[in-house]
T-cell receptor
Framework: AQKVTQAQTEISVVEKEDVTLDCVYE???????LFWYKQPPSGELVFLIR??????QNEISGRYSWNFQKSTSSFNFTITASQVVDSAVYFC????????????FGKGTRLSVIA | DTGVSQNPRHKITKRGQNVTFRCDPI?????LYWYRQTLGQGPEFLTY????????KSRLLSDRFSAERPKGSFSTLEIQRTEQGDSAMYLC?????????????FGPGTRLLVL
């Protein structure tokens, strides 16, 4: 069975601080996808990144970066120089590579960035 | 290109009433998913369609729930004899898998409150 654990329920930081959101996953599949989504107060889940299990390269997109470590089954997300607009709930999710299973989400981490 | 749309955005109903939600996926997306999200939790899979075929249903989808996608475009999710435990956000997502690469894009959700 697949499982995603986001141990941090809520994080609060002051604007311009860096913050890392943790994600640990469990799967018996040897090939799989990992995702991060952002859910602002409006409620819509916004896609941020997809990473397949073949590719352990870290990725950077502007102030966002992701660290995928297969050895520890983790896919952590770092926001550099946080801004108030980053305040949202962030979800990590997992699916297998066959495309025949739905996304399995963690419980999310609520990030509050204070001005 | 418009995103996934869902209607209504909010629904308040009395216990025992039937409700129906609609989801319009991104044009050309052949897969459509329904998820349910309760407070403080990540989205949980309910069911999904590939074109008009309903391929998988979660155990969360009781007999009171039914989903359709009659022409492989929009989908409806009906809940009969609503219960207070049905109060949640109902999220729709669509995708177009290409060679096992799939990203689900979510709509804004329908927030249901059962009194």
């Amino acid at each position: 069975a697949q499982k995603v654990t986001q141990a941090q329920t809520e994080i609060s930081v002051v604007e311009k601080e860096d913050v890392t959101l943790d994600c640990v996953y469990e799967t018996r599949d040897t090939t799989y996808y990992l995702f991060w989504y952002k859910q602002p107060p409006s409620g819509e889940l916004v896609f941020l990144i997809r990473r397949n299990s073949f590719d352990e390269q870290n990725e950077i997109s502007g102030r966002y970066s992701w660290n995928f470590q297969k050895s520890t089954s983790s896919f952590n997300f770092t926001i550099t120089a946080s801004q108030v607009v980053d305040s949202a709930v962030y979800f990590c999710a997992l699916s297998d590579l066959s495309g025949n299973t739905p996304l399995v989400f963690g419980k999310g981490t609520r990030l509050s960035v204070i001005a | 290109d418009t995103g996934v749309s869902q209607n209504p955005r909010h629904k308040i109903t009395k216990r025992g009433q039937n409700v129906t939600f609609r989801c319009d996926p991104i044009s050309e997306h052949n897969r459509l998913y329904w998820y349910r999200q309760t407070l403080g939790q990540g989205p949980e899979f309910l069911t999904y369609f590939q074109n008009e075929a309903q391929l998988e249903k979660s155990r969360l989808l009781s007999d009171r729930f039914s989903a359709e996608r009659p022409k492989g475009s929009f989908s409806t999710l009906e809940i009969q004899r609503t219960e207070q435990g049905d109060s949640a956000m109902y999220l729709c997502a669509s995708s177009f898998p290409v060679e096992y690469q799939e990203t689900q894009y979510f709509g804004p959700g329908t927030r249901l409150l059962v009194l």
